[in-house]
């Protein structure tokens, strides 16, 4: 079962930031925050990910809580590109049983 | 460089038949997964190989399969094909086994069954 529960759709203006929350409650120490799109059709892309810091990289920025219980992902000015589903997943750093469980995610529509 | 390829990129098969699809990881990853994608049940995990060694399976029945050689690229097989089948298969690849490696998908294939 995922370990993560995500609002099943969101809407946000073009040029505006997008802040997908995400709750993970019983991440484990040693598990990572994964975030990853699905644009209809394609395959999902890799965003961002992090363990306990705040990251940023050229396409969003991801903020944990400092108990590690939610994170908040962040597209500074979305454009209708970004309309997509968006999966938080949490992840053990790779060992023998790490596999990627996908939620149901956050179907994210950008209006113009 | 090149992504992780998949072929067919679309298939349609009949009920009871078998089919094997094919996934060309990202060169110089060692890891690749097997993701099934319905409407109905999002995206699930079939399986991982790592070094031609299945590592991870999913709760999928025994028609689904795979393997991968000795270059990291891998097949699956799904035998006996159901109406059920019928999905978006995704592969993904990463660098196998350590801290932080995140795992890039393909296009998929899309096999309707009917």
């Known amino acids: 079962d995922a370990k993560t529960t995500q609002p099943p759709s969101m809407d946000c203006a073009e040029g505006r930031a997008a802040n997908l929350p995400c709750n993970h409650s019983t991440i484990s120490g040693n598990e990572y925050v994964y975030w990853y799109r699905q644009i209809h059709s394609q395959g999902p892309q890799y965003i961002i990910h992090?363990?306990?810091n705040n990251e940023t990289n050229e396409m969003a920025s991801l903020i944990i809580t400092e108990d590690r219980k939610s994170s908040t992902l962040i597209l500074p000015h979305a454009t209708l590109r970004d309309t997509a589903v968006y999966y938080c997943?949490?992840?053990?750093?790779?060992?023998?049983?790490?596999?990627?469980?996908f939620g149901k995610g956050t179907r994210l529509h950008i209006l113009p | 460089k090149a992504g992780v390829t998949q072929t067919p990129r679309y298939l349609i098969k009949t009920r009871g038949q078998q089919v094997t699809l094919s996934c060309s990881p990202i060169?110089?990853?060692?890891?690749v997964s097997w993701y099934q994608q319905t409407p109905g049940q999002g995206l699930q995990f079939l399986f991982e190989y790592f070094s031609e060694t299945q590592r991870n399976k999913g709760n999928f029945p025994g028609r689904f399969s795979g393997r991968q050689f000795s270059n990291s690229r891998s097949e699956m097989n799904v035998s006996t094909l159901e109406l059920g089948d019928s999905a978006l298969y995704l592969c993904a690849s990463s660098l196998g086994w350590g801290e932080n490696t995140e795992a890039f998908f393909g296009q998929g294939t899309r096999l309707t069954v009917v």
């Open positions: 997943i949490v992840r053990v750093a790779r060992n023998r049983d790490d596999k990627i469980i």
């Open positions: 060169s110089g990853h060692r890891s």
């Open positions: 992090g363990l306990k």
